[in-house]
């Protein structure tokens, strides 16, 4: 793994480097076969401009880089949201408040990252831009592994891939219902989920106005804190007390159905490598997980709320559209008022329901996803390959998805060991308790890390 954001500022302010250099090697990157489809858009003179004027000053990020989703408003540029049908679109003409706040602390942008379409699928293609190929199929496969590219995960692909590769410290995202976490995990990085009230949306093209959270992909949980920090314009109290002193849970319903033998290894090598560290983890049922899918069977938040933002671009241009992308959009027209409102009502009865059951623990930890990364030709755009681009997007949902309908926060951390594809565990609870979540994964990271 490359240096975090935080040893990097040390750096500087040591006068070991300085941000221009830095700003170079990051822009060498992104240039570099490293990250092909990674950026739409470079901001090669604004990362330069923004590394001289920190020069010997202490702003928070230092000039160093950071990359936009191309889902956030920059001003003067053009939000397509990796899409064709708003490239002739106005420029904006502000930031969005996720943007501002990252300038106002010294990030430098070095450009906009390529995304699913629309930020609706969780596998990571878009067929307009070209797909960026997880970084683990570049740089870190083993001897005698094949070197076949794997799906980055969506809908932050080029973010994760631009954290991963080194060309940015923090990637801008955006998370639905895994768009952070899962991509994190198929990069091997970390990614954390706020709360989604914690961060304005304000300036982010909508995916569902009820689920959407604005939050980042970093090398390391400090950088992860130190991001959210940011963007929610909030401190994060520090906690000293040991990993023995958290009640952890793994939840036995659902997540853990399906696992792949890589991730199940993963997995429960953790557990045990968190168990050996002194964690007081108890296995529990968490029968409301089951609830979920009856619950969102008329198609859930997303198709709906997205339809409704859509539905005259589809009528004006929708052979521009990703057919996938399309498809999912469309199910939202099926969806009647009264299953909209009766799904609305029914929320917050499950997440109170979810909250009974988890108020005795500190935090759950499941695995990220329950596979890892397809290769991408297996998903690449076609008729013939459609049915098993939904059965995996499905697949990779499912675990992260049901912290977003809790409206809660999680985290993805790394868990492989050398010689396995990326692997994250999250661990996550219901609403506003980012702050022990991030206390957690200080302590739960660098075992995670002993292989």
């Avoid at 092909?36 to 230092?62: C, I, M, W, Y």
Wanted: glycine content about 8%.
């Amino acid at each position: 793994m490359k240096a975090d954001l935080i040893a990097t500022r040390q750096a500087i302010l040591e006068c070991q480097t300085s941000a221009l250099a830095v700003a170079e090697n990051c822009l060498d990157v992104a240039k570099s076969a490293a990250c092909q489809h990674v950026f739409l858009q470079l901001s090669e003179a604004d990362l330069r401009n923004t590394a001289a004027q920190t020069a010997g000053k202490k702003h928070p990020l230092a000039g160093l880089a950071v990359s936009v989703k191309d889902l956030f408003d920059v001003q003067g540029q053009i939000t397509t949201a990796g899409s064709q049908v708003l490239q002739n679109q106005a420029p904006a003409a502000e930031d969005a408040t996720a943007i501002a706040r990252l300038r106002a602390a010294g990030a430098g942008l070095i450009g906009r990252t390529n995304m699913v379409e629309f930020a609706f699928s969780g596998v990571g293609i878009n067929p307009h831009h070209g797909t960026p190929a997880a970084w683990d199929a570049l740089a870190d496969s083993p001897a005698g592994q094949s070197k076949a590219a794997h799906v980055p995960g969506g809908s932050s692909s080029g973010a994760a891939v631009s954290v991963a590769t080194g060309a940015a410290f923090i990637g801008l995202g955006s998370d639905t219902g895994g768009s952070i976490r899962i991509p994190a995990a198929f990069n091997g990085i970390v990614g954390f989920k706020n709360t989604a009230r914690r961060v304005p949306t304000q300036g982010a093209l909508p995916l569902s106005t009820t689920l959407d959270t604005v939050c980042a992909m970093t090398r390391s949980v400090r950088d992860a804190i130190l991001a959210h920090e940011i963007l929610s314009q909030r401190a994060v109290p520090k906690a000293y007390k040991p990993l023995s002193q958290y009640r952890l849970a793994v939840a036995t319903q659902l997540m853990l159905d399906g696992l792949d033998p890589t991730v199940a290894r993963a997995f429960e090598r953790s557990l045990k490598q968190l168990r050996d560290a002194g964690a007081q983890i108890e296995e529990i049922a968490l029968t409301p997980l089951l609830e979920m899918g009856p619950m969102m069977g008329t198609g859930g938040f997303s198709p709906a709320e997205s339809y409704a933002w859509h539905h005259k671009l589809l009528a004006q241009s929708g052979e521009l559209y990703d057919p996938r992308v399309a498809q999912r959009i469309q199910r939202g027209a099926q969806m009647g008022a009264h299953e909209y409102i009766q799904l609305q009502a029914e929320r917050p009865r499950w997440i109170r329901r979810m909250e009974q059951q988890l108020q005795r623990f500190d935090a759950v930890l499941s695995p990220t996803t329950p596979i890892t990364a397809p290769t991408i030709t297996a998903l690449a755009p076609g008729q013939e390959r459609d049915a098993e681009f939904f059965r995996v997007n499905a697949l990779l949902l499912r675990n992260p998805s049901a912290v977003n309908t809790l409206d809660g926060c999680a985290i993805s951390l790394p868990c492989h060991a050398p010689g396995e594809l990326p692997v994250g565990l999250m661990a996550w609870h219901a609403a506003m308790h980012d702050d022990t979540l991030l206390q957690l994964a200080l302590l739960l990271e660098p075992v995670l890390q002993t292989h």
